[in-house]
């Protein structure tokens, strides 16, 4: 596919600070591309850097075939920001606001249909101050609809959010997508970046440490899954030792702990093994892998540290 977005060693310095250290990635025209990592990895110095909004210590950022420092306003052009924060005039409501960002672009802008879009079309005679946390979010989109992108930057869309409000957002997310635009998101949210990215980079320390879908993040790092489980009597650690696919065993007492890269394997010969060995098994659990599996892996610590 073709690149949209092409990072070569971006790096961003304040003093003798390094914010963003020497990072490379491209990003796909139409995929979401997630940035993912802690407070303070460097993720929205380096989403302020592609926009246009921080200048570039070293490196190089093309946008569409672009050079973000040669040709800033050509790129603000052909992009959407959602920022952590924003701030709207008073005294307009929602459909004001949206048709006076699109005046700003110098664009005619059917603001009913761009509340519709995200959702807010029953709301345009509010004003901002009368939106929920979610409503203001989805606002904010909007307004980063307005001069039709070609790519929309989201950063940490969903931070504070109840969870209602969070898949609301997603469904956002991905209907934006289904449009042909590209998405590019910081999130700190594990299960977010599983659930609407194609391809994610894990940023810690201001670098990028992995790049890949989060699948095959999965699958490389090695984490397995757990299958828990109690037995009605003592059953030799061996016996599921030598099931295919389990990688390590924990027995205590009655309670069992495999680990595995394979669990449907697993629980297949785990049920065999039931049969032929006479135990029964109960109060089973399936603890699939996840990123942050993977994350503490990498970096040795939970994502939220």
């Known amino acids: 596919m073709e690149n949209i977005i092409e990072v070569k060693d971006l790096t961003k310095k304040y003093g003798d600070f390094t914010a963003v250290d020497a990072i490379s990635f491209t990003v796909q025209r139409g995929e979401t591309f997630g940035i993912l990592g802690p407070n303070g990895a460097g993720k929205t110095t380096t989403l302020e850097m592609i926009e246009g909004l921080k200048s570039i210590t070293s490196g190089e950022v093309l946008v ?21 924060s924003s701030s709207f005039f008073d005294g307009l409501n929602l459909k004001e606001l949206v048709e006076t ?15 519709k879009d995200v959702q807010l079309d029953e709301k345009w005679k509010s004003q901002v101050k009368e939106l929920s946390g ?6 904010s989109i ?8 070609k790519i929309i930057f989201l950063d940490e869309p969903t931070t504070g959010l ?16 289904l449009q042909g635009k590209t998405v590019v ?6 299960e977010e970046a599983e659930i609407l990215c194609d391809r994610i980079a894990i940023m810690d320390h201001a670098k990028i440490i992995t790049m890949d879908s989060p699948i095959n993040l999965l699958k490389q790092s090695g984490v397995g899954s757990q299958v828990e489980f109690h037995v009605d009597h003592h059953v030799d650690e061996d016996r599921f030792k030598n099931l295919p696919g389990v990688q390590h ?23 065999q093994l039931e049969q032929s060995a006479g135990f029964k ?15 503490l892996k990498l970096t040795g610590r939970t994502l939220r540290e």
């Open 64 to 84: 569409d075939g672009h050079d973000v420092h040669k040709d800033p306003r050509l790129v603000k052009s052909l992009i959407g920001v959602q920022l952590q």
């Open 101 to 115: 960002f699109g005046a700003l672009y110098s664009r005619t802008v059917d603001g009913m249909k761009l509340l």
């Open 134 to 139: 979610g409503q203001k979010q989805r606002l």
């Open 142 to 149: 909007a307004v980063a609809l307005v001069n039709d992108p």
């Open 162 to 177: 109840d969870p209602q409000a969070r898949r609301n957002l997603w469904d956002l997310v991905n209907a934006i997508k």
């Open 185 to 190: 998101l910081t999130t700190h949210y594990m």
């Open 249 to 271: 065993v924990v027995v205590e007492d009655h309670g069992v702990r495999l680990t595995t890269n394979d669990p449907q394997r697993v629980l297949t010969s785990l049920f």
């Open 281 to 295: 098994i109960f109060d089973m659990q399936l603890h699939q892998a996840t990123l942050e599996d993977v994350f």
